[in-house]
């Protein structure tokens, strides 16, 4: 697997493990920017690559009335304002072919919804940029469908695209993860990010939003790394209780660091046994090489 860059970080191909992490969605510029900020100052401290995300537009919301955020031009504008003042690369989402070139203009990574993945204007629009793409496996999806979806952005000669495990739909209101999606993913030869707290969601089982359960992060994430997983996606308020957007499964950002240091630990553990795995001295033991049939 080749690593996708995006600007100065990395992901996949034996780079560090890679994080995503922000609010749902811009709830006001100052907002962003002090979670941002917040996220920066921790992510130095922890020494692990991190990638402000935050959505201007949050298109699929299960309610009429809910949130949604401050649309596209004044969202980018405060995107842009993120990433100028904390120097973190941005990543946001778009709904429509159209926002494809501008948001191109302002963020570093463009994310593809779930809900959208195989939404074939909108993948060659956002290849079409040249930026690299992050493409969520729709919750209906097997992970095998994956290749079509990305071969819808390579078709257009971009090869930075990411994929991002978010769950599968399991009978009504709920999600389960299949770890062994991850590996059937990467195979495809492109990183795989794993979204902790979208995966977390309980879909419309509040009355009219989406709940969730964030008290299972940890774990979850955990499991997600300790598979192979090259970055973790996880939304990120100081307190979710107030959210506008994906309260019930977003993470408290006073526990993001001990999360961070948690889970690079574990990489760390997952990489030195794939390499111990692969090395003549366990051959000779019967162990099977990396790489085998799981």
Not at 1 to 22: E, R, T
Not at 34 to 41: E, V
Not at 106 to 122: S, W, Y
Request: overall charge neutral.
């Amino acid at each position: 697997m080749n690593p996708v860059h995006i600007g100065p970080l990395a992901a996949g191909g034996g780079s560090p493990l890679l994080f995503i992490a922000g609010p749902c969605v811009i709830e006001s510029p100052q907002h962003a920017l002090d979670t941002a900020a917040a996220i920066r100052d921790i992510a130095r401290r922890c020494a692990v690559p991190v990638i402000f995300k935050a959505s201007y537009d949050k298109a699929n919301r299960t309610s009429r009335s809910s949130f949604r955020g401050p649309g596209l031009d004044a969202g980018l504008k405060a995107l842009a304002e993120v990433r100028a003042r904390t120097g973190l690369p941005v990543l946001t989402d778009i709904h429509h072919p159209s926002d494809a070139a501008a948001a191109a203009a302002v963020v570093d990574v463009l994310q593809i919804p779930a809900f959208l993945c195989r939404q074939t204007d909108l993948l060659v629009a956002a290849a079409r940029t040249g930026k690299p793409v992050n493409v969520k496996k729709g919750q209906f999806l097997a992970p095998s469908d994956m290749r079509h979806v990305i071969a819808k952005v390579t078709a257009e000669g971009n090869q930075s695209v990411l994929v991002t495990e978010r769950g599968t739909s399991f009978g009504y209101h709920d999600l389960v993860v299949d770890m062994r999606a991850l590996p059937i993913m990467q195979a495809f030869g492109y990183p795989v990010i794993f979204d902790v707290t979208h995966s977390l969601q309980l879909p419309g089982a509040g009355d009219g939003v989406t709940t969730g359960l964030a008290e299972y992060i940890e774990p979850l994430a955990s499991a997600a790394v300790a598979a192979g997983a090259d970055g973790v996606f996880m939304e990120v308020h100081e307190e979710p209780s107030r959210a506008q957007s994906d309260a019930a499964n977003a993470l408290r950002l006073d526990k993001l660091e001990p999360l961070f240091l948690k889970l690079t630990r574990i990489a760390a553990a997952a990489r030195d046994a794939s390499t111990s795995s692969a090395s003549p001295r366990a051959e000779s033991r019967g162990v099977p090489a990396a790489g085998g049939r799981v």
